[in-house]
């Protein structure tokens, strides 16, 4: 095998993961970021003031399936268990999420059963013209007018900065309703929080002979010059210098309250109704149960239309975007020597074990085409 020089633009996971595979199979990698950390948007921090390890860029648990993604991080960190519980305020009155048969129980002030419970939803939903034409209406015909107001309406105009009706029906696939006491926020096999947080673990991964890292370096093209192959975890129309336009994402404002002793009893609180302008309020100190603090540190946390000097967040993905998207695809596949990776260079939201398994196959990708002399693609996943 010829040893390739590699760069990798962005510190995230997916820089770091695909930095290590290939350090490891023999290759030369250089990873750059803009920002003055590893890990890019699973960073974690301790505060200043009260101590507490704080999800910079927002909460992050950890919760999977994959076994060999489970395995590959607590190779570079100890993972503590932690179960995801979220509540939600809404109307002045606290209920539990995801939306089950004890939030059900408390927004109608009754003691169903699951098979009543059901019925009851069964009832309510209402009968609209098939298909749903819009997110609104499959709520409505899933929940009904009182739960989709209370817990959907509210929020996802918050979130998204627009009308319910505005947004696919797509979105809400399955009945984002349980019948069952069960509160856990993920259904996977493994759920849990890195003891030191994710930035340790991602400079961990980093931590190679064969990898240079170069924070607070903002990547523009010249510096591709002299390596064999760049890997841009960075915003797709970047690359271009959105001259056909940008791709439209949220960004969140966090505004940092800190107080004496405990906040609100939990890690994460939403907030439903639409007259209240955050959309949840993180309290971080709940994200590590093992450590005691006297004060405590949390984010209130606003979604807003991203501008160009904001931090992209979601991906919006509606029609408009999708069809710059396609622009902007069509013409990453006429470039040679970068693959397109990550949340950013796809344009898709991605959990961390996603991210992860993506860029692992990535890696193989590379090592398999190096092999066989063949180019490597501007992508390893269609965006
Ligand atoms: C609010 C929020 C909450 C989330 N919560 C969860 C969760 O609970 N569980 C979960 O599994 N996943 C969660 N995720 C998803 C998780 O953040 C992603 O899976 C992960 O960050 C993707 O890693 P990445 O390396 O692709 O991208 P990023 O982490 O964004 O890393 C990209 C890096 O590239 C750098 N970069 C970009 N452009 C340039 C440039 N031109 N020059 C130099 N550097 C550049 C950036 O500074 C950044 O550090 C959440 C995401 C968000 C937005």
């Not at 020089?5 to 962005?10: C, E, I, T």
């Not at 699973?42 to 076994?67: E, K």
């Not at 709520?139 to 209370?150: I, K």
């Not at 085409?369 to 992508?379: E, G, K, L, R």
């Amino acid at each position: 095998m010829t040893r390739k020089s590699l760069l990798m633009v962005g510190a995230g996971l997916s820089g770091a993961v695909l930095a290590r595979e290939l350090a490891q199979a023999g290759h030369r990698v250089t990873v750059l970021d803009a920002r003055d950390h590893v890990a890019g948007n699973c960073h974690t921090q301790r505060d200043p003031d009260t101590g507490v390890l704080v999800h910079v860029y927002g909460p992050h648990i950890f919760h999977t399936d994959d076994q060999q993604v489970w395995d590959y991080v607590n190779r570079f960190g100890r993972f503590r268990p932690y179960t995801h519980r979220v509540k939600t305020t809404s109307g002045g009155r606290v209920y539990t999420m995801p939306m089950n048969l004890h939030t059900i129980n408390q927004f109608f002030d009754m003691a169903l059963s699951p098979q009543e419970a059901r019925a009851l939803v069964a009832a309510k939903a209402q009968t609209l013209p098939e298909p749903p034409r819009n997110f609104e209406e499959q709520a409505l015909s899933m929940l009904g007018a009182d739960l989709y107001e209370a817990f959907f309406k509210g929020y996802t105009a918050k979130q998204w900065g627009c009308d319910p009706t505005a947004l696919p029906a797509a979105i809400l696939k399955r009945l984002p309703l349980r019948f069952s006491y069960d509160d856990n926020y993920f259904f996977h096999r493994y759920q849990g929080m890195p003891e030191d947080g994710y930035t340790p673990i991602v400079a961990a991964m980093l931590d190679h002979p064969a990898i240079t890292v170069s924070l607070n370096t903002r990547f523009t093209k010249d510096m591709a010059r002299g390596f064999d192959h760049v890997f841009y975890s960075g915003p797709l129309d970047s690359w271009f210098g959105q001259d056909s336009g940008a791709l439209g994402y949220r960004t969140l404002d966090f505004e940092r309250l800190t107080h004496d002793g405990d906040y609100q009893g939990c890690a994460v609180m939403n907030y439903a109704d639409a007259a209240i302008p955050h959309t949840r309020i993180t309290e971080h100190k709940y994200f590590a149960p093992w450590e005691e603090h006297a004060r405590s540190v949390c984010y209130r946390e606003v979604s807003r239309a991203c501008e160009t000097e904001d931090i992209p967040y979601y991906p919006i993905r509606l029609a408009e975007d999708k069809s710059l998207l396609s622009d902007y695809i069509r013409r990453a596949r006429k470039e040679t020597g970068v693959t397109f990776v990550g949340r950013l260079g796809t344009y898709r939201y991605l959990d961390m074990d996603v991210t992860i398994r993506e860029a692992l196959d990535c890696a193989a990708m590379f090592r398999d085409h190096a092999a066989h002399d063949q180019t490597m693609p501007a992508f390893a996943v269609t965006p």
